[in-house]
């Protein structure tokens, strides 16, 4: 047996399949991550089109795993979801967010923003408010500094409840975004009734809006839609110069992408420009 130093004991079997036993190691080296300050919070920068500045991040979870080097969240979110040690992550992540931009205050920026991503675990756990709410008080942050990204998807599973929850967060002051916006099934009625204040467009569109036309019909329509019902657009995803130039001509609010910054570690934020035009 071996204590996994939060659940009791796991049995490792002889029996037990290869893929189960390194799932099972997965899991207690999460807990253990989480135990040990292994989780880290890199930021990616969001541009204001068409040229900057800089207005804020969007906080992006890596794993500094002690022999498996730096891993991103497809090696280990998909796990902590199916266990709901996503919820014990999430709210690590929005507290660490938090001081992180207490940091950045202190350090001369007090008008950057950050964005976390929820779960759709985290986002239907009853203590949601209970965690934002300490985490702003804790670390002095005002509340219109932290958005709360919640994807399309997650948003309509339960719509009436996601309007509920979304309501009591944004009276709070916080921001909602819709995340991966056009890779889900929206019902315009609850979309116009989300108090949401952006939607992100999912890079698969902006990917290719070159190669495939009708991509550049969706993303149209989608900050056209965006606009009618009085939202931000983000873009994300944005790696090349004629995306830039396309995407800012719609009407694009801001822009996220390779070509603009990639996810950075706090300590070097500093080699980001301040203005995409000095690019
Ligand atoms: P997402 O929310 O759609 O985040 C955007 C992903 O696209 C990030 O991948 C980012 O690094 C990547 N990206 C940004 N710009 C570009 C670009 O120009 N080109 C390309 N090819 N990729 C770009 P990452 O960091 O691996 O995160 C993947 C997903 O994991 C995120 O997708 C989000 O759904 C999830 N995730 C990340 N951090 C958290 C977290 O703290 N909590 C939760 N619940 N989910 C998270
Ligand atoms: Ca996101
Ligand atoms: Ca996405
Ligand atoms: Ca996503």
New binding site residues.
């Given amino acids: 047996t071996k204590n996994n130093g939060r659940n009791g004991y796991n049995f490792f079997q002889p029996s037990m399949n290869t893929l189960a036993q390194s799932q099972l190691q997965l899991n207690n080296d999460l807990w253990q991550a989480l135990d040990n300050d292994e989780l880290r ?2 930021y ?1 920068p969001k541009y204001c089109a068409p040229r900057g500045p800089i207005i804020g991040f ?4 890596r794993w500094q795993h002690p022999t498996r080097g730096l891993l ?3 090696k280990f ?1 998909p796990m902590a979801e199916k266990t709901g040690m ?1 919820v014990n ?2 709210n690590w ?1 929005i507290n660490e967010a938090c001081r992180q931009l207490h940091s950045w205050h202190l350090q001369g920026h007090p008008h950057w923003s950050v964005a ?4 759709a675990l ?1 986002f239907e756990q009853c203590n949601l408010v209970e965690t934002v709410t300490t985490a702003l008080t804790q670390h002095q942050i005002p509340a219109e500094l932290l958005t709360l ?1 919640v ?1 399309e998807t997650t948003a309509m599973r339960d719509p009436e409840e996601s309007v509920r929850i979304l309501t009591e967060l944004t009276n709070m002051g916080v921001k909602a975004s819709i ?2 916006f056009g890779t889900g099934y929206s019902s315009l009625l609850y979309l116009k009734r989300l108090p949401a204040s952006e939607l992100k467009i ?2 698969a569109f902006v ?1 290719e809006l070159q190669a495939k036309s009708e991509d550049a019909t969706i993303v149209s329509a989608i900050v056209a839609l965006a606009q009618s019902l009085d939202l931000k657009v983000v873009a ?4 090349t110069e004629e995306q830039q130039a396309f995407l800012t001509g719609l009407g694009c609010n801001s822009l ?4 603009l910054g ?2 950075l570690p706090p300590d070097r934020i500093g080699e980001l420009p301040e203005f995409v035009g000095v690019l």
């Fill in positions: 919070l890199f990616q969007e906080a992006l979870l991103t969240p497809d979110l996503i992550i999430g992540v976390v991503n929820l779960s985290q990204e994807t995340d991966d999912d890079r990917n994300e995803g944005v790696e996220q992408g390779y070509l990639r996810p």
